[in-house]
């Protein structure tokens, strides 16, 4: 008790705002995927997998990249004033966001929301930052990564329940977003070092790029990076591609009548309809096991040196995503999740400390800083595996159009992804779910496990050989 109250008001403001925000960007992004890809009488766009894949993969690998400048404007301008410019992009773009149908429109809208996230993504840690210290730092920077997981995890579970109207599930985003003004007027802005006159923002970004530069000759930490960019292009696919595999591909009616009978809220406020659950309700079960268990799994791993810890994270993280992509029972789906939890748990914290561990002593801040880069590159290579690549391997929309072709089918123009499905399966004399399982069994869209344990695995060996190798070159000194 007397460690909790050693933290500054500030501290406590400042994971306020970081809950609000977590909670706000969660709720609307693990729906993201299916309401790009979403049958339009179901308030989805029915844009194609390649384009939710362009549209996620390179507006958030543009999200990641941003800090870097925009955590120099609010060294500059003050951490205040930055967030609230932050709070009104966000919500702007919140409430403008689904007001656009084409890709053009909402690939823009959702770059303008990026923006407002990249604002606001380095304050609260140089926040949480600058109000610890040596005594206190590793407890404060626990409650901040509590915060972000609690957000995370009660998002989801909150749109959810005004998924009958697309808007409202931004709209909802938005209101959490309107709270962090009120915490704002609470914000204390810690100190700040006050620039020369002389040193305008143009110079300071220009600095920054030339530190940029200095990195990228770092051959070790370049390879490292690009490794670790690997493994989050893997574990982004528990938001661009499980979500949307769950809707068209997994028998979630299990599932739903156990809720149905021993939690009736669950099944009738997590459903999309009798038998089947919400899939974005089943993919927050990530969330939930991280806040269950990072307290057992951290004391575990703590012991071990932060590479070895990297390379089981990454093989559990690697081996658990690709099960929840290789069967359509819920029951295993969820096992998956479990088992993908553990890892992600075990090696993701590992990374920020391993390079804190590798940075030169008068180069940490700057080495923490570009971290950025294997987020950005493995959201972009993220948006490619979910889009072309689950487009040609696993996508039930392609599969059924080339189904309904190979067997002279006549489908009327202008139907809706799930009624042209219906018309299909009618045509065919089958119901719905007798078709879908015709699809799983001929198309074997399951295949894309594949794709995702080998990019998990190849991370996790390079790690090994990265590791053998920088093992070598310390002993020979």
């Known amino acids: 008790m007397s460690m909790l109250k050693s933290f500054p008001r500030t501290f406590w403001v400042a994971n306020g705002i970081e809950l609000f925000e977590r909670w706000a960007w969660y709720g609307f992004f693990m729906l993201f995927a299916n309401y790009l890809t979403g049958s339009s009488d179901a308030g989805g766009l029915e844009f ?14 543009i999200l990641y990249f941003l800090p870097v400048l925009t955590g120099a404007i609010a060294d500059r301008y003050g951490y205040k004033k930055v967030l609230f410019l932050a709070f009104l992009v966000y919500i702007s773009a919140f409430i403008l966001l689904p007001m656009f149908s084409t890709f053009t429109g909402v690939f823009l809208m959702y770059l303008y929301l990026a923006v407002g996230a990249a604002l606001f993504k380095p304050i609260v840690s140089a926040t949480v930052s600058k109000v610890t210290n040596e005594s206190n730092s590793s407890i404060g920077f626990g409650i901040y990564y509590m915060m972000v997981n609690v957000g995370a995890f009660l998002g989801p579970l909150v749109t959810l329940l005004f998924k009958s109207s697309s808007y ?23 100190g700040r070092r006050e620039r020369q006159d002389a040193e305008n923002l143009m110079s300071t970004f220009a600095a920054i790029f030339r530190n940029m530069g200095s990195i990228l000759k770092d ?4 390879i490292f990076l690009l490794i670790i960019a690997g493994f989050w292009t893997m574990y982004n696919q528990l938001f661009f591609t499980l979500p949307v595999f769950i809707s068209q591909w997994v028998d979630t009616s299990m599932l739903y009548y156990f809720f ?6 669950i099944s009738k406020n997590y459903s999309l309809s009798p038998g089947v659950m919400d899939p974005e309700f089943i993919t927050n079960m990530d969330s939930m096991f991280i806040i269950l268990f990072q307290v057992l799994v951290s004391s575990i791993v703590m012991r071990l040196k932060p590479l070895r810890s990297m390379m089981s994270g990454f093989l559990v993280c690697a081996i658990g995503m ?9 029951f295993y789906t969820i096992t998956a999740l479990f088992f993908f939890s553990f890892g992600e748990m075990a090696g993701s914290p590992k990374i920020t400390e391993y390079i804190g561990s590798i940075a030169p002593s008068d180069k940490k801040a700057l080495y923490m800083g570009y971290s950025f880069i294997p987020m950005c590159l493995g959201n972009v290579m993220a948006g490619i595996i979910s889009g072309t690549v689950y487009q040609h391997l696993s996508d039930k929309v392609s599969m059924v159009r080339e189904l309904a072709v190979d067997k002279g089918l006549q489908i009327t123009d202008g139907l ?39 990019i998990g695995v190849g991370a996790a060996l390079l790690l090994y050989v990265y590791d053998r190798l920088t093992s070598r070159m310390k002993s020979q000194k």
């Open 48 to 61: 194609s997998q390649a384009q939710k894949g362009i549209l996620m993969g390179v507006g958030t690998g």
């Open 416 to 454: 809706s992804n799930n009624a042209y499905f219906e018309e299909v399966a009618k045509q065919l004399n089958m119901t719905p779910d007798a078709l879908t399982q015709m699809l799983w069994q001929q198309y074997h869209p399951s295949r894309i496990w594949i794709v995702v344990l080998s």
């Open 219 to 222: 051959t070790k930490f370049l």
């Open 168 to 190: 409202l599930i931004f709209y909802v985003s938005a209101g959490f977003i309107a709270m962090n003004f009120i915490l704002l007027f609470f914000y204390k802005e810690p």
């Open 260 to 265: 149905h009978q021993y939690a009736p809220f």
């Open 322 to 330: 690709s099960l929840t992509l290789a069967f359509n029972n819920v």
